[in-house]
């Protein structure tokens, strides 16, 4: 009876968790951009598969990463959106994953090279659709976004999965 009840508990958070994940990559998509450079976003979606990882394990994770990544992008995207972000989240939530398999990072650092590899991962896909090397020059800028982004939502991924059970 127990098991029956921590799966269930599982697949619950499992729903939860895409949901979330799909309301907050509508909810960044409606933010006006403010910052003066393209492309740079907070990252908010972070935060679900941040809290999967912690909570729910590797596999869950990957799977709740690609999961919301194909709704929102068959939703609110096209091919190359989809791509874009399936290259950034691919490569993003991989890097959280051997880091936090190596043990001496907390959800922060995590957090900060997940953000990243998610910038690292769209340029890479860029340069492939544009034919060109000349976008690496960007990576910088991505860069210094990516760390501010990370610590923000490390922090904030901190305190959620600090309130969520581990449900392994």
Known sequence: MKNDRKTT????????????AMVLSWIEAQIPAFFAVPGIKLGLTNLVVLAALYCLGERDAVLINVLRILLVGLTFGNMFSLLYSMAG?????????????FGRFDITAVSVAGGIMH????ILVAM?????G??????????ISGIAAGLLIGLLSKEVVRRIPPLR
């Open 9 to 20: 508990q599982k697949i619950a958070l499992r729903g939860l968790l895409v949901a979330v």
């Open 89 to 101: 989240g691919v490569l993003s939530g991989l890097t959280m994953i051997l880091m936090k398999r």
């Open 119 to 122: 910038n690292v991962g769209q």
């Open 128 to 132: 492939i659709v544009l034919e060109t």
């Open 134 to 143: 000349s976008l690496l020059y960007y990576l910088p800028v991505l860069w």
